[in-house]
C-alpha cells in the first residue's frame, strides 16, 4: 500500500519540476515576511527572481541552528502569529531551546508525512499504535499522533515512561504497533520478558522507531527481543519533526519526503556539494512550509542518498542509515569516534548487552576513552581469568574498528541506566574544562 502514489512513485524529471515550482514559491515567501533571509539574500546580492529550478537553489544561503537561537522565538517566522496554531521547542541540550511554528497546512502537511510513513512499513486503519514518544514540546508523540490519527488507525497516547503501564496497556489493548526511541524499545522488550507475560499473549508487530541514531545491529537486537519488525523513521524539530522521512517494508533506506523536504548533501568544511551518492552533511529546504520554513537548513547529519527506484515502487529518493550528528562525533587523541561505530562492535559480541556508556576525559593532557558494556548474565562470571579474556576481545575488536585502544570497563548486567527517550550515551568531561 502506498499513501500518496502519484507523488511517491513520481518520475524524477517531474519531481523537479515539481521542487522547482515550490522554491520559487517559499523563497518569495521568506524573501517578503522574515527579515532575516531577506537580509541574507541581499547580502548575496540573490532575489527571488535568481531562482526559476530546484538548480538554483545553491544560490540561497545556509541556514545552522545558531541562526534559530538567534531569532529566538519568532523570528523566523514568515506568516503572521495569528496563522501559526502550533508551537514545538526541541530539548536543545545547551542554551536557548529552538522554537518553531505551524500553520494549519503546515500540520496537515506533517500529519500526511507521517502517515506515509506508517503505510510505507504496513500500517493500517485497522491498527492500533501505541505512541511512547514524548508528548509535549518535543515533536515526537504530537507528530506520530497526527499521522495516525490522518491515517484513520487509532492511537494510544502514551506519552514516554510509565514503563509497567505501557505494557500492560499494550497486552490489554493489543496494540500492534509500537512507536518509541531505539533505546526505549530495548528499555520495553527488556521489561517484557522480566514481566513474565509469554510473548504469545502481545500483538505487537511492528516497531516505528527514531529521534536518535542507531546500528542495523540495533535493529536486529530490538527486532529479536521484542519479536516485531523494526522501521527507521527520520526527522527534526527545524524541518518538521518526525516524518521528514521513513524506512519502507524493504528496509533498505529511509525514504524522504521530498515534494515537501528538499535534501541536498554537502561536504561539511567546503559547503560544496558532494558526488551522488558520496556521504557528507544533510541539508534541507522546507519547500512547502509557511510557518517556519528552513531554507538550505544544515542538519548536521551525516548521510548519504541514494536516487535509484526502490523494490517497494517508490521513487522518492533514499536515505543510508545516519552514521551520526558532525557533533556526536568525538575527536580523541586527533582520531574521529563516532558513537554509532562503538555501538556496531558492542552489538557483534554476543557476550554483551546493547547497553554502554562512553566517557570521553582529558588526563595528563592526553584524551582517554573509556566504554563502560555490560556483559550478559550467561557470561558474567566470578572468575578473574574469564573476564579478563572477554575484555582483551572487546578491545581489540574496538581498536580494529575505531582505530584507537579505549579502556573498556564490563558492568554487571542492569547496571547501565535505561532510556526512555533520547538515549544520552556520550558524556564528555573534556568539555568542563
Ligand atoms: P534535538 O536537536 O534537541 O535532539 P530533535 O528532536 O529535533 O531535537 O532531533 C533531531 C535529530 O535527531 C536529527 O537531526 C538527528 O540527528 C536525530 N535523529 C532523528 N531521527 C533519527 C533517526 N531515525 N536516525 C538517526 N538520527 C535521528
Ligand atoms: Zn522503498
Known amino acids: 500500500m502506498i499513501w500518496n502514489e502519484t507523488i511517491e512513485c513520481m518520475d524524477r524529471e517531474e519531481m523537479r519540476k515539481l521542487q522547482g515550482i515550490r522554491l520559487k514559491r517559499v523563497v518569495e ?24 529550478s530546484i538548480e538554483d537553489i545553491v544560490k540561497l544561503p545556509f541556514t545552522v541552528k545558531q541562526d ?16 501559526i ?58 507528530g506520530l499522533h497526527g499521522g495516525i490519527e490522518n491515517l484513520g488507525g487509532t492511537v494510544i ?38 514481566s513474565g507475560i509469554p510473548r504469545e499473549e502481545f500483538l505487537l508487530k511492528t516497531g516505528i522507531f527514531g529521534a536518535e541514531p542507531w546500528t542495523e545491529n540495533m535493529r536486529k537486537e530490538i527486532e529479536e527481543s521484542l519479536g516485531i519488525k523494526a522501521y527507521d523513521i527520520y526527522g527534526l524539530t527545524e524541518i518538521i519533526g518526525p516524518g521528514v522521512g521513513g524506512e519502507c517494508e524493504c528496509q533498505n533506506g529511509t525514504h524522504l519526503w521530498e515534494d515537501h523536504f528538499f535534501p541536498e548533501i554537502v561536504d561539511p ?7 551522488p551518492g558520496q556521504q557528507g552533511e544533510l541539508v534541507f529546504t522546507a519547500i512547502t512550509k509557511e510557518g517556519m520554513p528552513m531554507i538550505r537548513y544544515r542538519t548536521r547529519d551525516l548521510t548519504s542518498l541514494n536516487y535509484e527506484k526502490c523494490a517497494c515502487g517508490r521513487t522518492a529518493v533514499r536515505m543510508a542509515r545516519i552514521l551520526g550528528r558532525s557533533d556526536d562525533m568525538m575527536i580523541i ?24 556508556l562512553i566517557i570521553v576525559d582529558r588526563v595528563n593532557n592526553t584524551d582517554t576513552l573509556e566504554i563502560q558494556v555490560e556483559v550478559r548474565s550467561e557470561f558474567y562470571s566470578d572468575e578473574m581469568n574469564k573476564m579478563i579474556s572477554l575484555k582483551k576481545k572487546i578491545t581489540d575488536c574496538m581498536q580494529s574498528v575505531i582505530g584507537i585502544q579505549p579502556k573498556v570497563k564490563l ?4 547496571s547501565i ?17
Request: aromatic share 8%.
Open 29 to 52: 515567501r521568506v524573501y517578503h515576511n522574515t527579515p532575516f533571509y531577506r537580509k541574507k539574500m541581499q547580502e548575496m546580492g540573490v532575489t527571488p527572481d535568481d531562482i526559476e
Open 68 to 83: 534559530l537561537r538567534d531569532n529566538y522565538p519568532f523570528d523566523l517566522m514568515a506568516a503572521p502569529m495569528s496563522e
Open 417 to 433: 541506566e535505561r532510556s526512555m527517550g533520547k538515549a544520552k550515551r556520550v558524556i564528555d568531561n573534556r568539555k568542563l574544562v
Open 411 to 414: 558492568v554487571e548486567p542492569r
Open 157 to 194: 497516547p502514551m506519552s514516554s515512561g510509565n514503563t509497567q503501564k505501557q505494557i500492560q496497556l499494550m497486552h490489554d489493548f493489543g496494540a500492534k504497533v509500537l512507536a518509541c526511541t531505539p533505546s526505549y524499545a530495548l528499555f520495553l522488550g527488556e521489561t517484557i520478558k522480566d
Open 333 to 356: 587523541r586527533g582520531v574521529n569516534v563516532f558513537p554509532s561505530q562503538v555501538e556496531s562492535v558492542i552489538l557483534e559480541l554476543p557476550e554483551f548487552e546493547p547497553h554502554y
Open 85 to 142: 496554531v502550533r508551537l514545538h521547542a526541541s530539548s536543545g541540550t545547551t542554551g536557548k531551546p529552538i522554537v518553531v511554528g505551524y500553520t494549519r497546512k503546515d500540520l496537515s502537511i506533517w500529519s500526511e508525512v507521517v502517515a506515509r510513513c506508517l503505510t510505507a512499513v504496513g500500517v493500517t486503519k485497522q491498527d492500533m499504535v501505541q505512541v511512547a514518544y514524548g508528548y509535549g514540546l518535543f515533536t515526537g508523540g504530537l
Open 269 to 275: 568544511v567546503t559547503l560544496q556539494p558532494v558526488e
